[in-house]
């Protein structure tokens, strides 16, 4: 413990390092994709350009998946983004953290707001409120100058690939294992856990609801249910 | 997949486009605004509520299985949970998760 401000230099680095653990997310994820992207009939061009342009796993998937189904174009691009309407939240939640920079700056920052780069800056910037916002905007800048060049050359080895990993991997299944090891940790209090049980049964309750809305829906009663929790219980502790 | 080749750019760059749009919206609109408290105090929750949603009906009707809820993809799923619970660690709770999914697979599969 030192008080010391972390300077923007070592707050790239150490934005860096954290990363590294979410390789193990990262590299399977983009292999998965460049995989079976190309097995559904992508070229390795327009693989390539979903993990660029997009550079969103599960709204690609998602994609994909409709893609094989021949679903409307309209359907296919609607429940890909509504599956991406999380990051509108994301956004919302680094507002008060870097909300200062420069446009260009929010810019570059807002096409790599991913999952990982999102949980591990908001992780550091609630833990350490005495941060600059040059500490921050270094710490960001270090989780996705790691994080997204594996993301993309490993999208390209995975369609290079192609089809060759066996299915007794059961890599299907590494997509939701990624998901949980992300959001367990996210349980650091009561009011969260609770959010988190809520989100799970709304989910499953409103899966037949079209276009990944029961998503978005379970989504916003669980966080006001997890408000709701935490405001309860700091209203029982101090009367 | 039977698109033509126009139409599948249309979709990538669709997609591209409107998902950086969701990113940007209230980096970029917003921007230092004042935000109000009780909108605050809901954005703490927003990843734990989220993404448990999304993986929840992927544990529970796995597409491998055709939908068919699978013992081995449950048992992964809960030790993936309650280690990241446990040690609060994502590299624990996603080798937790594969070393049961192996170990599963090859005793029940």
């Known amino acids: ?239 | 997949m039977t698109y033509d080749q126009g139409t599948i750019w249309f979709i990538i760059i669709g997609l591209g486009l409107g998902t950086f749009l969701i990113r940007f919206s209230f980096l970029g609109i917003i921007g230092d605004r004042e935000l109000p408290k009780w909108f605050l105090r809901h954005l703490n929750f927003v990843a734990v509520a989220v993404m448990p949603g999304l993986i929840a009906p992927l544990v529970v009707w796995p597409a491998a299985t055709n939908g068919v809820l699978d013992t081995p993809r449950m048992l992964a799923a809960l030790a993936a949970f309650g280690f990241g619970i446990w040690r609060k660690s994502v590299i624990a709770a996603v080798l937790a998760g594969f070393i049961v999914l192996y170990a599963a697979l090859y005793l029940f599969g």
Request: proline content about 6%; glycine content about 6%.
């Open chain 1, 1 to 239: 413990m030192n008080d010391t401000p972390l300077s923007p230099k070592s707050a790239f680095w150490l934005g860096f390092r954290d990363m590294v653990p979410f390789l193990l997310i990262v590299v399977p994820f983009a292999l998965l994709f460049g995989a079976v992207g190309t097995e559904v009939g992508l070229n390795i061009a327009q693989t390539m350009a979903f993990s660029i342009l997009v550079i969103a796993g599960s709204s690609q998937f998602t994609a994909l998946a409709l893609m094989t189904e021949n679903a409307p174009t309209f359907i296919v691009l609607l429940t890909s983004l509504a599956v991406n309407l999380r990051m509108a939240m994301y956004s919302a939640a680094l507002v008060p953290h870097i909300g200062r920079l420069p446009l260009t700056t929010r810019a570059i920052f807002s096409y790599f707001l991913v999952d990982q780069t999102f949980a591990m800056s908001l992780n550091k910037y609630e833990a350490n409120p005495g941060m600059t916002l040059a500490a921050k905007a270094g710490y960001f800048t270090g989780t996705f100058c790691f994080i997204a060049p594996f993301w993309y050359v490993f999208t390209l080895v995975g369609a290079l690939v192609g089809a060759q990993i066996p299915a007794e991997f059961a890599l299907d299944f590494a997509v939701p294992i990624c998901f949980i090891a992300l959001s367990a940790p996210m349980m650091r209090s009561l009011p969260h856990f609770v959010a988190a049980i809520t989100s799970i049964i709304f989910a499953l309750l409103f899966v037949n609801i079209p276009y990944n809305l029961g998503l978005i829906l379970a989504a916003v009663i669980a966080m006001i249910v997890g408000a709701q929790t935490e405001q309860w219980l700091k209203n029982r502790t101090i009367s």
